[in-house]
C-alpha cells in the first residue's frame, strides 16, 4: 500500500460529459502529480501541483484541469469528454517534489462510451 | 517526442537467470533515472533510482547501469523469480529544468518462467 488513495477505481461515463477524479496523498507529502495512461503508452505527466501551486505542466488538454486543496487532496476534472480520453488516470505524491522517487495510487479507470 | 525509449515492450526469462532491461534516453538534461514496477490492477511502485554522477547502483538482486556517453541504462535482476513478473517502466527527470517532473518511458512487460 503507496498510501495515496484514489477513487473512484473505475469510472464509465458518455461522450461529452464531465467527471471529477480525486487523490489523497501519503500523509506529510506536499506534491501531487497526475499521470495519464492510455494503452499502450507510457505514462504521461499531465500536472504538478506543490503545496496548493501549481508547480509544473505537461501535456494537460485545456478541457482538463486540476487544483490541490488546502488539506493537500487534489481533483483532477474532466470534461467534454471524448472517446480518446478512456485511460488510466494515476496520481502520486512526494514530499517536496524535486528528484524524489514518487509513490503512485492505484489509478482510476476511466472509460468514456 | 518520446525522449524516455524502451525499445521491448516484452520479454521473457526462464526463473533464476538474469532479467536485463534497457532503457534509452535522448535528453542530456536528464541527471536522474528511476525505475519502476507495476502489477496488474496497481500503481507503479518505485524499484531502484541512480543519480548521473553513479553508473552503478546496487540493491540486492536489482542493479541498475547507467552509461551517460550512450545516453542508455538498463536494470539487471539476478536471479530472477517469478514474482518479478510485471511491467517496468524507466523514468528520467533534470534538476535543472525548472521543473521536476519524470519523464516515464512506455514499459517492458517481463515474464519469468518457472
Known amino acids: 500500500d503507496s498510501g495515496v488513495t484514489q477513487t473512484p477505481k473505475h469510472l464509465i461515463t458518455a461522450t461529452g460529459q464531465r467527471v471529477t477524479l480525486r487523490c489523497s496523498p501519503r500523509?506529510?507529502?506536499?506534491?501531487v502529480y497526475w499521470y495519464q495512461q492510455s494503452l499502450d503508452q507510457g505514462l504521461q505527466f499531465l500536472i504538478q501541483?506543490?503545496?496548493?501551486?501549481?508547480?509544473a505542466k505537461g501535456n494537460i488538454l485545456e478541457r482538463f484541469s486540476a487544483q490541490q486543496f488546502p488539506d493537500l487532496h487534489s481533483e483532477l476534472n474532466l470534461s467534454s469528454l471524448e472517446l480518446g480520453d478512456s485511460a488510466l488516470y494515476f496520481c502520486?505524491?512526494?514530499?517536496?517534489?524535486?528528484?524524489?522517487?514518487?509513490?503512485f495510487g492505484s489509478g482510476t479507470q476511466l472509460s468514456v462510451l | 517526442d518520446q525522449q524516455v525509449k524502451q525499445n521491448s515492450p516484452s520479454l521473457s526469462v526462464q526463473e533464476g537467470r538474469i532479467s536485463i532491461l534497457n532503457c534509452d534516453y535522448t535528453n542530456s538534461m536528464f541527471d536522474y533515472f528511476l525505475w519502476y514496477k507495476k502489477y496488474p490492477a496497481e500503481g507503479p511502485t518505485f524499484l531502484i533510482s541512480i543519480s548521473s554522477i553513479k553508473d552503478k547502483n546496487e540493491d540486492g538482486r536489482f542493479t541498475v547501469f547507467l552509461n551517460k556517453s550512450a545516453k542508455h541504462l538498463s536494470l539487471h535482476i539476478v536471479p530472477s523469480q517469478p514474482g518479478d513478473s510485471a511491467v517496468y517502466f524507466c523514468?528520467?527527470?533534470?534538476?535543472?529544468?525548472?521543473?521536476?517532473?519524470?519523464?516515464f518511458g512506455t514499459g517492458t512487460r517481463l515474464t519469468i518462467i518457472p
Open positions: 523514468a528520467a527527470s533534470g534538476s535543472n529544468f525548472g521543473n521536476e517532473k519524470l519523464t
Open positions: 502520486a505524491s512526494s514530499s517536496k517534489g524535486v528528484n524524489e522517487k514518487l509513490f
Open positions: 501541483y506543490y503545496n496548493g501551486e501549481e508547480r
Open positions: 500523509s506529510g507529502d506536499l506534491s
